[in-house]
C-alpha cells in the first residue's frame, strides 16, 4: 500500500484555519468582511474574553436563505466568484470561501440567519468542524454568527497566543481599521457586556477619522492626494513633528481593503525619509484606488498583501503625494504652538482612544524624542578655527542661480479629483472655502496642519549665537533659534547630493592606504557597492581574501577611511535587515550622503564668527527642505511675537 493519501475534510480545515484564523483578530476581520460584504448598514461585534470566549458579529445585510446557510461552512462555498476569470476582477472584501469553514473547525459556531424574503431564518451549530443542529429560528433579516470557545479543539494554539490586553488591542485595530474606511457604517462594540465603542455614519473621512482617533491626532493630520492614469492615492498624513515609536498608526487600505503590504509601508517610509528620525514611524491613513484587474490580492491567506501590475507607478503616485504635501506644510517647531485646551464642541459618542483595556489608537498620539548627540570636547578658541575653516571652504562654493534652482526645484502635487469609490473622497472634507469638522463632533479641520513660509522668501537678521551650538535670529515677526549642527548638515547634504548627480565629488588621497580585515559578509556588501562608493569619493578596493584597501576618500570627511567605511557597512547591514526602500544601494546612497554631511559639519559647542553664521542663514534659505536636517531633526524653533508678548502678558498694541 502506497504512503500517500488524500487527506479527510475535518483535517484540511484544520490545516486551512490555521492559515486563515491565527488569532481571535482574525475571526473579526473575517466576519466583519463578510457582514461589508452582504450591504449592512449596522454591524454590531460582542466580544468576551478578548475573543477566546466570544467573538460575535450581527448585521443588518442580505443574509441568506435555508441552502445557502448550511452550505456556507463548506470549504470554498462562496457567492463571489465562479469562474477562474472572476480572480482577476476581485471586488468584494471575501471571495475564496474558505473563512467559515476554517473558523468552524477551531470553535463552537452558531450561525443565525435570514433574507427579507424569508418568513423565518435559519440557526446551524457546528463545533469542531462537525454539523450538530439546522433549524428554523426567528430573526430579522441579516447574519448573525457567534463564535464561541474559539481553540478549544487545538489546545496548542491558545499557547501561542499573547496576554488578553494585546490580543484585544489586534481586535480593535481590525475594527478601527474597517470602520474608517466605511464611514457610511454604523460600529457598535461591546466587550464584556460594556460599550467599547459606538460610531455613527460620518459625512466626511476626516470626520471618522476624527471620531476614531481623537482631536490631537486629528490636529496633526494634513491632506495628500496623488493620481496617475488609472491609479489614486488619496488620505492624509501626520505633520513631522508628530512621530511614533511604531507603524501601529500607519493604516493602507487597496480598493476599501484594509492590507499591510510591504511594498506600500515602504513607499510611506520613503516619503518621510530624512523628515523625522530613523526609527519612527508617522502615522498615515493611505487609500490607493485603481481597476481591479490592475492588483491581485489573492496573494496572501489572510488578504492582507497584494500584488500590483505596475509596482513601480504606485511607489510612485504614494511618495510623491505624501512627500509634495510634507514638504508644502513641513512644520517649523514652534512654542506654545497649540493649546492644551479641549477642542470646544460635543465628542462624538466615543472614541477609540478612550477604549477601556485596549489602547487602539490612544497610543499613536504618543512620540519618541530623538537622541541628542553627545557633547564634543576640545577648547573653545580650538573649535572657533576648526569650525570656522569647515565653513570657509564651502563659502567659496557660493550658489549660483542654476545651483538654487536646482536645489529648490520639485513639483507640488495638486489634488486631483478622481472617481468615487467606496464613498470615501477628499473631496467631501476640503473645500475651497474654510471648512471644519461638521458641528457637534469639533471645531477641529483637516486644514490645522502647519502652512509654512518659504524661508528663501524670509528676511532673517542674525541677533547672534547661544552657547556656542544655536544661532539666534529674527524676521519681522518671530524670533528663531536655529541648530548650527543640523543646519550645516542639511546645507552640507544637498550640496553634496548636488555633486554627486553632476559627478563633481572630491576626493582626497591618503598618503598611505588604511587596510583592515571584514568578515565574509560584510566583503560581499563592499564588493557589491564599491562602484557607488566610488561616485561618492571614496577609493576603496580588495586587498586579499577578507582585507581591503581604503586609498581615498571623500574630501569633506575628516576622519579615517577605516571608520567610515565601517560605518557604511553598518548602515548596509541595518538597511537589510529592515528591508527599507526599494533596494539596499538605493537607500544606502541616501544614507551615505547623510553619513558624510553629518561627519564634515560643524557642531555644538563650536563659536562661529557673524559673518559665518550669517552665510549658514543664507544658505539654510536655499535649500529645498530647510527645516529637517537629513536624519529628521528639527533645524529651526520658531517663538511667535504674539506667544512671546503673551508670555509677559503685554498685547501687541500696548
Given amino acids: 500500500m502506497g504512503k500517500i493519501f488524500i487527506l479527510p475534510d475535518r483535517v484540511s480545515n484544520r490545516i486551512a484555519a490555521g492559515e486563515v484564523v491565527d488569532r481571535p483578530a482574525s475571526v473579526v476581520k473575517e466576519l466583519i468582511e463578510n457582514s461589508i460584504d452582504s450591504g449592512a448598514n449596522e454591524i454590531e461585534v460582542r466580544i468576551e474574553g478578548s475573543g477566546r470566549k466570544l467573538i460575535q458579529v450581527s448585521d443588518d445585510g442580505c443574509g441568506m436563505d435555508y441552502d445557502d446557510a448550511i452550505i456556507s461552512l463548506e470549504r470554498h462555498s462562496t457567492s463571489k466568484i465562479k469562474n477562474p476569470e472572476d480572480l482577476d476582477l476581485i471586488s468584494t472584501l471575501g471571495f475564496r470561501g474558505e473563512a467559515l469553514a476554517s473558523i468552524a473547525s477551531v470553535s463552537r459556531l452558531t450561525l443565525l440567519t435570514k433574507t427579507p424574503e424569508e418568513s423565518a431564518g435559519t440557526r446551524v451549530e457546528v463545533a469542531g468542524g462537525k454539523l ?73 473621512l476626516f470626520e471618522r477619522i476624527h471620531g476614531l482617533a481623537g482631536a490631537e491626532l486629528a490636529r496633526s493630520l494634513m491632506p495628500f492626494e496623488g493620481k496617475s492614469g488609472e491609479i489614486r492615492a488619496f488620505g492624509y498624513c501626520s505633520h513631522t513633528n508628530h512621530k511614533r515609536s511604531s507603524r501601529d498608526g500607519l493604516h493602507f487600505y487597496i480598493n476599501g481593503r484594509s492590507v499591510d503590504d510591504k511594498l506600500i509601508s515602504s513607499s510611506v517610509a520613503a516619503s518621510y525619509k ?43 503616485v504614494i511618495e510623491e503625494s505624501i512627500r509634495s504635501a510634507l514638504i508644502k506644510s513641513s512644520p517649523v517647531l514652534k512654542i506654545a504652538a497649540l493649546s492644551s485646551e479641549e477642542p470646544k464642541g460635543k465628542p462624538v459618542e466615543q472614541s477609540a482612544a478612550a477604549m477601556p483595556g485596549a489602547q487602539g489608537f490612544s497610543d499613536y498620539l504618543s512620540g519618541s524624542a530623538a537622541p541628542s548627540r553627545p557633547a564634543a570636547s576640545g577648547s573653545s578658541e580650538s573649535r572657533k578655527e576648526e569650525a570656522n575653516n569647515l565653513l570657509k571652504t564651502e563659502k567659496n562654493y557660493g550658489a549660483s542661480a542654476e545651483t538654487v534652482a536646482t536645489r529648490r526645484s520639485g513639483g507640488d502635487a495638486g489634488f486631483i479629483p478622481g472617481r468615487k469609490k467606496y464613498k470615501l473622497s477628499l473631496e467631501d472634507n476640503i ?51 536655529i541648530d548650527q549642527h543640523v543646519a550645516h548638515e542639511r546645507i552640507r547634504y544637498e550640496e553634496i547630493k548636488t555633486r554627486y548627480a553632476d559627478q563633481k565629488m572630491e576626493s582626497q588621497g591618503l598618503l598611505i592606504p588604511e587596510t583592515f580585515e571584514v568578515t565574509r559578509e560584510d566583503y560581499i556588501i563592499l564588493k557589491d557597492i564599491a562602484e557607488d562608493l566610488t561616485h561618492l569619493g571614496f577609493q ?37 535587515k529592515s528591508g527599507r526602500g526599494a533596494g539596499l544601494k538605493d537607500n544606502l546612497l541616501e544614507e551615505v550622503i547623510a553619513l558624510i554631511a553629518c561627519r564634515g559639519s560643524v557642531s555644538k559647542n563650536m563659536p562661529l564668527e557673524r559673518d559665518k553664521m550669517e552665510w549658514l542663514l543664507s544658505q539654510l534659505a536655499l535649500c529645498k527642505e530647510p527645516y529637517r536636517c537629513p536624519h529628521g531633526r528639527p533645524v529651526i524653533l520658531r517663538i511667535e511675537r504674539n506667544e512671546l508678548f503673551k508670555k509677559f502678558g503685554r498685547s501687541l498694541k500696548s
Fill in 540 to 576: 576603496a578596493e580588495p586587498f586579499g581574501e577578507r582585507t581591503w584597501a581604503v586609498k581615498a576618500i571623500p574630501s569633506e570627511i575628516k576622519i579615517s577611511g577605516e571608520r567610515i567605511i565601517r560605518e557604511i557597512i553598518d548602515l548596509a547591514e541595518d538597511i537589510g
Fill in 132 to 204: 450538530l443542529k439546522v433549524e428554523k429560528a426567528a430573526r430579522e433579516s441579516g447574519t448573525t454568527i457567534r463564535v464561541e470557545e474559539l481553540f478549544f479543539n487545538t489546545p496548542a494554539r491558545l499557547k501561542f497566543l499573547k496576554s488578553d490586553s494585546a490580543e484585544m488591542r489586534w481586535i480593535v485595530r481590525i475594527l478601527t481599521n474597517y470602520a474608517v474606511v466605511y464611514k457610511d457604517l454604523k460600529f457598535n462594540v461591546f466587550d464584556g457586556g460594556k460599550s467599547l465603542f459606538r460610531v455613527s455614519p460620518a459625512k466626511t
Fill in 431 to 481: 473645500d475651497a472655502g474654510d471648512q471644519t469638522v461638521s458641528s457637534g463632533v469639533s471645531d477641529v479641520s483637516p486644514k490645522d496642519f502647519f502652512i509654512v513660509p518659504d524661508l528663501s522668501k524670509i528676511s532673517m537678521r542674525l541677533i547672534g549665537q547661544f552657547q556656542n551650538s544655536f544661532i539666534i535670529a529674527q524676521t519681522d515677526d518671530d524670533l528663531m533659534i
Fill in 274 to 316: 530624512s523628515l523625522i528620525p530613523p526609527g519612527s514611524y508617522p502615522s498615515v491613513f493611505l487609500f490607493i484606488e485603481l481597476p481591479f484587474d490592475l492588483v491581485d490580492v489573492n496573494v496572501h491567506p489572510a488578504k492582507m498583501e497584494a500584488r500590483f501590475r505596475s509596482p513601480n507607478l504606485i511607489r510612485q
